[in-house]
């Protein structure tokens, strides 16, 4: 009970931040809405804000499983530096974070939330090594393996986390990513860190490994598939601008009221024919009267679930693009609905995930037709 009571209030501490971020941008702007530079400026700092929000919950509903890995092309580069800042508000300033990164433009396989993780679990038990301060060097190497014990042939991106503490004795890293092994204090670790960071790369098609001597510090370094698929970053089609967007009608179903109206007035914002829903059924009633060109589903809802009222859809309409709004932790159960003619939006979303979702979609059913 301590240890979860020193968890949820770490938790607490982190969104109340998050939340202070949006809550204090939108009261600025309330109160100066005829400021259009300043305006700008707080509605950028309130989703910087938003966005550490959602990476945070994605990052516990990981931990605690209910996520499924979404192996995926990871510009390995850009990843290290994006989660930098993030490493270095949460282990403090008495520690100093420095990289060495030699694999710009070079792409990786891996779910980049669980990539984080393991780099945050890394570095807090360099920090938990140096207990008096000290430096964390992460760097990244290419590495082609030949004839490896572990891995099959074929080039690898390492990335490697440096401490200069206390450092381990061979039987103690031998033992290291056993679930529930720790060498710390009662009640200072759970021994889930690294078996997680194992658990992870082991799910990614690579691997990790320790170098430490007692005394001399620690690396652990961790082996990630290159690959030459393009990042999702670089996948995003050209976004139609203003004027651009072709004529199409979206069908939005969703029972919160905030998110329908977010919808509905991103998509007029857009130039789409929004028509709204608040359930499954009340959006297969609509269905009997309207063919739209794109239909949008929040997944969790009470009554019929996202899913249920995809097939009824898709029974009526085969060919209807479907985009699934949903919550991190119903990754799994989407995927068993999705198909070629279907996207998800894990929520939060911003008006551009919508938009290039949409552009997508109706581009696909236009080459069909």
Same mark, same amino acid.
């Not at 092309?73 to 990164?101: N, W």
């Not at 029972?255 to 109206?261: E, M």
């Given at each position: 009970?301590?240890?979860?009571?020193?968890?949820?209030?770490?938790?607490?501490? %982190?969104?109340?931040?998050?939340?202070?971020?949006?809550?204090?941008?939108?009261?600025?702007?309330?109160?100066?809405?005829?400021?259009? +530079?300043?305006?700008?400026?707080?509605?950028?700092?309130?989703?910087?804000?938003?966005?550490? @929000? &959602?990476? =945070?919950?994605?990052?516990?509903? !990981?931990?605690?499983?209910?996520?499924?890995?979404?192996?995926?092309?990871? %510009?390995? !580069?850009?990843?290290?530096?994006?989660?930098? #800042?993030?490493?270095?508000?949460?282990?403090?300033?008495?520690?100093?974070?420095?990289? #060495?990164?030699?694999? #710009?433009?070079?792409?990786?396989?891996? /779910?980049?939330?669980?990539?984080?993780?393991?780099? =945050?679990?890394?570095?807090?038990? &360099?920090?938990?090594?140096?207990?008096?301060?000290?430096?964390?060097?992460?760097?990244?190497?290419?590495?082609?393996?030949?004839?490896?014990?572990?891995?099959?042939?074929? /080039?690898?991106?390492? =990335?490697?986390?440096? /401490?200069?503490?206390?450092?381990?004795?061979?039987?103690?890293?031998?033992?290291?990513?056993?679930?529930?092994?720790?060498?710390?204090?009662?009640?200072?670790?759970?021994?889930? @860190?690294?078996?997680?960071?194992?658990?992870?790369?082991?799910?990614?098609?690579?691997?990790?490994?320790?170098?430490?001597?007692? +005394?001399?510090?620690?690396?652990?370094?961790?082996?990630?598939?290159?690959?030459?698929?393009?990042?999702?970053?670089?996948?995003?089609?050209?976004?139609?601008?203003?004027?651009?967007?072709?004529?199409?009608?979206?069908?939005?179903?969703? %029972?919160?009221?905030?998110?329908?109206?977010?919808?509905?007035?991103?998509?007029?914002?857009?130039?789409?024919?929004?028509?709204? &829903?608040?359930?499954?059924? &009340?959006?297969?009633?609509?269905?009997?009267?309207?063919?739209?060109?794109?239909?949008?589903?929040?997944?969790?809802?009470? +009554?019929?679930?996202?899913?249920?009222?995809?097939?009824?859809?898709?029974?009526?309409?085969?060919?209807?693009?479907?985009?699934?709004?949903?919550?991190?932790?119903?990754?799994?159960?989407? !995927?068993?609905?999705?198909?070629?003619?279907?996207?998800?939006?894990?929520?939060?979303?911003?008006?551009?995930?919508?938009?290039?979702?949409?552009?997508?979609?109706?581009?696909?059913?236009?080459?069909?037709?």
């Amino acid at each position: 009970m301590e240890a979860v009571g020193r968890l949820t209030g770490g938790i607490a501490h %982190d969104f109340n931040n998050l939340l202070q971020g949006i809550t204090g941008s939108l009261d600025l702007i309330s109160r100066k809405p005829d400021d259009p +530079g300043r305006v700008s400026r707080w509605a950028g700092a309130g989703l910087k804000a938003a966005e550490r @929000g &959602a990476r =945070l919950a994605s990052q516990l509903l !990981s931990f605690s499983r209910t996520q499924k890995l979404e192996i995926a092309p990871i %510009d390995i !580069s850009k990843a290290v530096d994006g989660f930098v #800042d993030m490493l270095r508000r949460s282990i403090g300033p008495t520690i100093q974070i420095r990289t #060495d990164l030699k694999t #710009d433009g070079l792409r990786v396989e891996g /779910d980049q939330v669980q990539l984080e993780m393991a780099v =945050l679990n890394l570095a807090l038990n &360099a920090r938990d090594a140096m207990p008096n301060g000290g430096e964390i060097l992460i760097t990244t190497r290419l590495r082609p393996l030949q004839g490896d014990a572990e891995l099959p042939d074929g /080039d690898y991106v390492e =990335l490697a986390v440096k /401490d200069f503490g206390t450092g381990m004795t061979p039987e103690v890293a031998e033992r290291a990513f056993e679930p529930f092994f720790t060498t710390k204090e009662t009640g200072k670790g759970t021994g889930l @860190g690294l078996s997680q960071v194992y658990g992870t790369l082991h799910q990614s098609g690579g691997t990790v490994r320790i170098d430490s001597t007692p +005394g001399a510090g620690t690396t652990v370094r961790l082996y990630l598939r290159r690959t030459d698929g393009r990042s999702r970053d670089e996948q995003q089609p050209r976004l139609p601008a203003a004027g651009e967007a072709p004529q199409a009608t979206v069908l939005v179903v969703d %029972d919160d009221p905030d998110v329908r109206a977010f919808l509905k007035d991103s998509l007029d914002s857009l130039g789409y024919e929004p028509i709204v &829903a608040d359930d499954g059924a &009340a959006a297969l009633r609509t269905l009997e009267r309207v063919i739209p060109d794109v239909l949008i589903l929040d997944f969790a809802m009470p +009554g019929m679930n996202g899913a249920e009222v995809a097939r009824q859809a898709r029974e009526r309409l085969p060919e209807l693009p479907i985009i699934f709004a949903s919550g991190y932790s119903e990754s799994a159960a989407v !995927s068993s609905v999705q198909g070629e003619r279907s996207r998800i939006l894990h929520k939060p979303f911003r008006v551009a995930d919508l938009q290039a979702a949409i552009a997508e979609l109706l581009k696909s059913a236009a080459g069909r037709s």
